[in-house]
């Protein structure tokens, strides 16, 4: 089943250390641009790595991708 919603995994340590928890809402920017969405623990991730899903409702990774870098350098804040 997909999600209703745009949404980004990162491994539970890159959580701890950010002072974030599974299900917060947080704001992901790039030099792109950026998305509010939910943040999702993910332990399939490699530490200091984050997955964007293509095509969700209410944006997704194409909001945050420079075409001309092969990395993406994000910034992931806690929406208060």
């Not at 095509?55 to 420079?66: D, F, N, R, T």
Request: with cysteine; glycine share 10%; net charge negative.
């Amino acid at each position: 089943e997909l999600s209703s919603v745009a949404w980004i995994g990162v491994h539970p340590t890159d959580l701890a250390r950010l002072g974030l928890h599974d299900a917060d809402r947080v704001t992901v920017a790039s030099k792109t641009g950026c998305l509010a969405t939910v943040v999702k623990a993910d332990p399939d991730l490699v530490p200091g790595c984050a997955w964007v899903p293509f095509s969700q409702p209410g944006g997704g990774a194409v909001e945050l991708i420079h075409r001309g870098e092969e990395v993406t350098a994000l910034t992931i804040a806690c929406q208060t």
